[in-house]
């Protein structure tokens, strides 16, 4: 199974701030990683999916980039609803698995 | 509007067995590859397995740690997934989700989730 590790576990930042969360992959996987954001008490929400492309609703403040073995997530301009934990997740081999999480919380 | 409605979650004795249901609605569940997502109190989330579509060969992948003593199934006449869990551990306990494959591999819509504890 395809091991994604995500650093760091947590982070503080303030409102404004650019934020970046990495993502790294035991093994090339293109550029088949997605990224989710989950609140708590919330269900996982899809924000971008094969490494780059923006899911429908989601601002245009997050991004992402990456291919191979290494991502990055980006929040620009980091906003209060921000505060939530975020997932990479490969969809190169299955089973398909998971990042452990970066809780982003508020500095 | 898609909808993943899960139900059958509860408390079980370690040993013992659990059948989770999840009705679907609002897109061609026939066509869906679908998926089982749990996350444990204050964890992160684990990919518990995966079935394909009929056209798609209808088959199942696990993850290790459930591999042998959980099966997935799913009836599409009825819109529904199935999660059969036999020989449950404590360290089943978790939220279980159903979750839909809105690209191959990407998890675009989830289910609330039901909720099963495994305790003495």
């Known amino acids: 199974d395809i091991q994604m590790t995500q650093s760091p576990s947590s982070l503080s930042a303030s409102v404004g701030d650019r934020v970046t969360i990495t993502c790294r992959a035991s093994q090339s996987i293109s550029r088949n990683l997605n990224w989710y954001q989950q609140k708590p008490g919330k269900v996982p929400r899809l924000l971008i999916y094969?490494?780059?492309s923006l899911q429908s609703g989601v601002p245009s403040r997050f991004s992402g980039s990456g291919s191979g073995t290494d991502f990055t997530l980006t929040i620009s301009g980091l906003q209060p609803e921000d505060f939530a934990t975020y997932y990479c997740q490969q969809s190169h081999s299955i089973p398909w698995t998971f990042g452990q999480g970066t809780k982003v919380e508020i500095k | 509007e898609v909808q993943l409605v899960e139900s059958g979650g509860g408390l079980v004795k370690p040993g013992g067995s659990l059948r989770l249901s999840c009705a679907a609605s609002g897109f061609p569940f026939n066509d869906a590859w679908m998926n089982w997502v749990r996350q444990a109190p204050g964890k992160g989330l684990e990919l518990i397995g995966h079935?394909?579509?009929?056209?798609?060969?209808?088959?199942?992948d696990y993850a290790a740690p459930v591999k042998g003593r959980f099966t997935i199934s799913r009836d599409d006449s009825k819109n529904t997934l199935y999660l059969q869990m036999n020989s449950l551990k404590t360290e089943d306990t978790a939220v279980y989700h159903c979750?839909?494959?809105?690209?191959?591999?990407?998890?675009?819509?989830w289910g609330q989730g039901t909720l099963v504890t495994v305790s003495s």
């Open positions: 094969t490494a780059s």
């Open positions: 079935i394909k579509s009929k056209a798609g060969g209808g088959t199942t």
């Open positions: 979750v839909w494959e809105t690209r191959p591999g990407v998890f675009g819509s």
